[in-house]
């Protein structure tokens, strides 16, 4: 059960290039994350999509795309990369049921990383 | 607006010792909190989590949190630190807003086991 798969996951890029990152989980799950890490910073998530055909921002969207590609996949786009999104990127996915209060009380379950380097 | 403060960027114990890495939240509802932890270049694993069934939750690895809403602590706890459980640990709330599940971490915590 390989879970969520991300590629590559190692990139080196140029200023000014674009670039696709790869996403797939093979749970079932609704609801698909994209988080970037940066040391101190925690994870700081980038976009989610909470359905299939639905995407919105995070806290730090700025400079990047998603596609939900179908229930399995959900990718993330760098148009125009710049130094400042050298970083390693976890995509993640989980149930989102609707727990008491509203909440989603499933835990999310993330990918090994894919780390970015924009020179 | 939710937040998780994690006090203690780095946290060293011997082995056998205690681990407590503390975490606090700030949360306008009652919340949903997990622990992770992330080894070596690889993704964030659940520890375990809190849904409000018990304020004392059992994870994996021997490691336990309990919730205390009057502290508005969650904080992890191990009784014997092991040299495996070297790694970076974070604590997470889940959002009030709709059921996406989306999660505010906290800037984490390095626990380093000296032998």
């Known amino acids: 059960n390989a879970g969520v798969t991300q590629t590559p996951k190692f990139q080196v890029l140029k200023t000014g290039q674009s670039m696709t990152l790869q996403c797939a989980q093979d749970?079932?799950?609704?609801?698909m994350y994209w988080y970037r890490q940066d040391p101190g910073m925690g994870l700081r998530l980038i976009y989610y999509?909470?359905?299939?055909?639905?995407?919105d921002k995070g806290e730090v969207p700025n400079g990047y795309n998603v596609s939900r590609l179908n229930k399995r996949e959900f990718s993330l786009r760098l148009e125009s990369a710049a130094p400042s999104q050298t970083s390693v990127y976890f995509c993640?996915?989980?149930?989102?049921?609707?727990?008491?209060?509203?909440?989603?009380?499933?835990?999310?379950?993330f990918g090994d990383g894919t780390r970015l380097s924009i020179l | 607006a939710q937040s998780v403060t994690q006090l203690g960027s780095h946290v060293s114990v011997s082995e056998g010792a205690l681990v407590l890495l503390r975490c606090n939240y700030s949360?306008?509802?009652?919340?949903?909190l997990f622990w992770y932890v992330q080894y070596p270049n690889q993704g964030l694993q659940l520890l375990l989590k809190?849904?409000?069934?018990?304020?004392l939750v059992k994870g994996i690895n021997g490691f336990e949190a309990e919730f205390k809403k009057s502290e508005t602590s969650f904080h992890l706890t191990k009784p014997s630190a092991h040299m495996s459980d070297a790694a970076e640990y974070f604590c997470?709330?889940?959002?009030?807003?709709?059921?996406?599940?989306?999660?505010?971490f906290g800037q984490g915590t390095t626990l380093q086991v000296k032998p």
């Open positions: 993640a996915s989980s149930e989102a049921r609707k727990g008491v209060g509203g909440h989603s009380n499933q835990p999310q379950h």
């Open positions: 999509s909470a359905s299939e055909g639905t995407t």
């Open positions: 997470a709330v889940c959002r009030a807003t709709s059921n996406t599940g989306k999660l505010i």
């Open positions: 949360s306008s509802v009652p919340p949903y």
């Open positions: 809190y849904t409000s069934a018990a304020t």
């Open positions: 749970m079932n799950h609704n609801s």
